[in-house]
């Protein structure tokens, strides 16, 4: 009995190095309990945010700050070097990792049978500024959650999550300027006739 439980939690301690839980291979045992397994193991994102299609702003803006490559769409859709208006962008990442101690999982029969042992969850955190020379026509900010749990039978990596939570706090920043394109365009038009012209959030 103790050279099983020594072997349990060795098998559990190999599954679990790393960032991500690599799949062994199926067995008939293994594939009853798979789909209880996939059905926990769901990537959640909360609060949902809506789904619509980008499309440019209705100005163009300098980018001031921020990879080119990691922009809310609707930003990137918009850049020139030549506009007065600049854009700034800054995104941050925060991890809150669970998982269930070793040797309760290697012992926990319910563990074996598919049942999470753990979740990866990414809070993402992104600010916006929209400016003219010393003016700021407009500050956004956005935070975003996402987490997904894993068992011995599935396969979760932090990218896979912190990918899902950049590209909800994006699509939040994203609304939020579509909510206000209209006002925006207005605003920068103006921006360089009067220096008190700004947008709230």
Same mark, same amino acid.
């Given at each position: 009995m103790r050279h099983k439980f020594a072997?349990?939690?060795?098998?559990?301690?190999s599954i679990l190095c790393g960032c991500g839980l690599q799949q062994p291979d199926q067995n008939p045992a293994q594939s009853q309990t798979g789909g209880a397994s996939e059905s926990q193991s769901q990537l959640v994102i909360a609060p949902k945010v809506a789904d619509v299609p980008a499309h440019?702003?209705?100005?163009?803006?300098?980018?001031?700050?921020g990879d080119p490559a990691q922009l809310p769409?609707?930003?990137?859709? %918009?850049? @020139?070097?030549?506009?007065? &208006? /600049?854009?700034t962008y800054r995104e941050e990442l925060t991890h809150d990792d669970y998982h269930?101690?070793?040797l309760l999982s290697a012992?926990?029969?319910?563990?074996?049978g598919g049942a999470p042992i753990g979740d990866i969850g990414v809070t993402a955190f992104a600010t916006l500024s929209i400016s003219s020379g010393d003016t700021i026509?407009?500050?956004?900010?956005?935070?975003?959650?996402?987490?997904? %749990?894993? @068992?011995?039978?599935?396969? &979760? /990596?932090?990218?896979?999550?912190d990918d899902a939570a950049l590209a909800a706090v994006r699509q939040s920043i994203e609304q939020k300027l579509y909510r206000d394109e209209a006002r925006l365009?207005?605003?920068?038009?103006?921006?360089?006739?009067?220096?008190?012209?700004?947008?709230?959030?």
């Open positions: 072997l349990a939690a060795l098998f559990s301690v440019p702003l209705p100005f163009k803006g300098k980018l001031l700050s769409p609707a930003v990137a859709m %918009s850049l @020139s070097d030549t506009s007065p &208006v /600049t854009f269930v101690p070793l012992v926990d029969p319910g563990d074996w026509l407009a500050d956004y900010t956005a935070k975003e959650h996402a987490s997904k %749990s894993y @068992s011995l039978y599935t396969n &979760v /990596t932090h990218k896979e999550v365009a207005e605003i920068a038009v103006r921006a360089n006739k009067s220096p008190t012209a700004s947008l709230g959030q």
